[in-house]
């Protein structure tokens, strides 16, 4: 099982405060409200990716061995299930 990123655990449990909200029949712009900020954090994860990328391919500039060679984006692949924009 691939790995999450806070951001995509985030979202994951802002989904079940709106399947719960849902279940307890709570006001529909709540509702709305929360499904809004839902798609504002999914708007974060290709920032999200990059950074990783990012703090992945600094970190592989130390790598001594090049048979451990792993680019960032392969990191970050490898790790969280490749695109999860």
Do not use: C, S
């Amino acid at each position: 099982m691939k790995k999450q990123t806070a951001m995509m655990e985030h979202i994951k449990w802002l989904y079940e405060v709106v399947d719960t909200a849902q279940a307890q029949n709570m006001n529909k712009d709540i509702i709305q409200a929360i499904e809004y900020i839902i798609g504002g954090a999914k708007a974060k994860i290709p920032m999200e990716k990059e950074q990783i990328i990012k703090a992945n391919r600094d970190g592989v500039d130390m790598v001594v061995n090049e048979e451990d060679f792993v680019t960032g984006k392969q990191y970050y692949n490898e790790t969280y299930g490749g695109d999860n924009e």
